[in-house]
């Protein structure tokens, strides 16, 4: 049996947020074990947009980088599997792998990100991260100037259809989902965003590209781009494992975290897109930083129990 190695931190995670943190740790010479699949949220997505220094670069190729730079930290350890387990306690929590392996930690910084829950409209799954897109800050600029369509999932979808007009006629389809309430509906009537209630049953387009949206009464809607914000759950279930209390926001549920990223459990720090209502690159990567450093001060703090 091979021995339970241990570390200061274990990052569980290795996308934005989890090379973030271990970057801080890491620099903070501390033992840090990153354990990630391989599979990241954003894996869809061609390009990354409005990271700064990193504007339209593939994801894949900025998560290649960031993980090479990490890596050169003698203390970091970079790991391709599973954290399928987590029990224990501050400067005494348990991890076990996929592999079969067993870790021992005395912080663990949860970077797990989420996992989205897709409408189920034929030739909506193909499209996304190419023509059927979550974040207008994300990717409205690359659709300007398209017939851009809002599919209603959420109360949020009517505050959505309000700001995609600065980059493109817009409409808004309801799809028995979610009516705007008369103040949304002014709102999105003074952005000049049209409203259509007819349910929508299937996208149409060659390829991934978009070319309509077919609606129940046999229309086709010309719609080039289509912003659907789709529910979201855990990917995975070690932050309610260990204890950690969630929030249900608008997509779902997030962990509850304090300004430094700590979680209601005492030494397990969470950060991402698992950590916050509001998704982007960029905040993953400031919220990484964040647990990063909010681990190692608690660390540092924790001289008595080195």
Known sequence: MSPVLQYDAVVVGGNFAGLSAAMQLGRARRRVLVVDMGEPRNRFAEASHGFMGQDGKPPRAIQREAARQVAAYPTVEM????????????NGFELGLWSGRQVRARRVVLATGVRDILPNLP?????????????????????????????????MSAHQAMLLPDWGVTTLFTNGVHEPDPEQAALLAARGVTIERTP??????????????????GRVAAVEALFAAPRVEMASPLAAQLGCVFEDGMMGPFIV??????????????????ARPMHNATF???????????????????VLAA
């Open 200 to 217: 929508v049953v299937e996208l149409v387009g060659q390829g991934t590209a978009l070319e309509g949206l077919r609606l129940a009464d």
């Open 123 to 155: 030739g909506l799954a193909e499209r996304w991260g190419v023509s059927v897109l979550h974040c207008p800050y994300c990717h409205g600029y690359e659709v300007r100037d398209r017939p851009i369509g809002v599919l209603a999932s959420t109360p």
């Open 284 to 302: 993953a990567s400031a919220d990484g930083v964040m647990a990063g450093v909010g681990a190692h001060q608690s660390l540092a703090r924790d």
């Open 257 to 274: 975290t304090d300004a430094q990223k700590l979680t209601s459990v005492p030494g397990v720090y969470a950060a991402g897109d698992a």
């Open 79 to 90: 790991l391709q599997d599973q954290v399928v387990s987590a029990s224990g306690e501050l």
